[in-house]
T-cell receptor, first 112, second 112 residues
């Protein structure tokens, strides 16, 4: 049972480049979410999804897009990377009772 | 809006010392409260949780009690080990809602 997987583990981008962070879970969880972790700020919610075809914005959605075409996958797209998006990104999914979230190992992104 | 305030770190203790990490929250209604732990290089893992007032969450020797009268959820352990060195996050989620609000995290280092 792989749980929540994220790729890549590390990524360096130049300002203006685009990329997609991948997230997949094999637990058949309906709820998935993306957070960013910055020093001194804890984790902040970027986007979330309550099921395939349904997404919504979290606390810090600007500069990011998401889609949810399947239950398993929830990719996060950076359309035009900026240095302010340098961060560690975590994907999470929630149990059917929605009271526990499982986190992936994270992607460390640096934007130059 | 919802918020979580955590004890500032870093915290350094000797092995077998008593640990307290303070956490207070602001929220409407009756949120669920969580402690997550992040070991070096890994994603977050749920450590313990409590879903209603006076509930005590416990796991791996750690405990926290949901105190509605003081809006607190302090983390305690009677005798810490080197393996407890990690970053600890307090978090809340509104009842029936998975959207977590995190504190800023407390880095704990245990020295032999």
């Amino acid at each position: 049972n792989a749980g929540v997987t994220q790729t890549p583990k590390f990524q360096v981008l130049k300002t203006g480049q685009s990329m997609t962070l991948q997230c997949a879970q094999d637990m058949n969880h309906e709820y998935m979410s993306w957070y960013r972790q910055d020093p001194g700020m804890g984790l902040r919610l970027i986007h979330y999804s309550v099921g395939a075809g349904i997404t919504d914005q979290g606390e810090v959605p600007n500069g990011y897009n998401v889609s949810r075409s399947t239950t398993e996958d929830f990719p996060l797209r950076l359309l035009s990377a900026a240095p302010s998006q340098t961060s560690v990104y975590f994907c999470a999914s929630s149990t059917p009772r929605r009271d526990t979230q499982y986190f992936g190992p994270g992607t460390r992104l640096t934007v130059l | 809006g919802n918020s979580v305030t955590q004890m500032e770190g870093p915290v350094t203790l000797s092995e077998e010392a008593f640990l307290t990490i303070n956490c207070t929250y602001t929220a409407t209604g009756y949120p669920s409260l969580f402690w997550y732990v992040q070991y070096p290089g890994e994603g977050l893992q749920l450590l313990l949780k409590a879903t209603k007032a006076d509930d005590k969450g416990s796991n791996k020797g750690f405990e926290a009690t949901y105190r509605k009268e003081t809006t607190s959820f302090h983390l305690e352990k009677g005798s810490v080990q080197v393996s407890d060195s990690a970053v600890y996050f307090c978090a809340l989620a509104p009842f029936g809602n998975e959207k977590l609000t995190f504190g800023t995290g407390t880095r704990l280092t245990i020295i032999p």
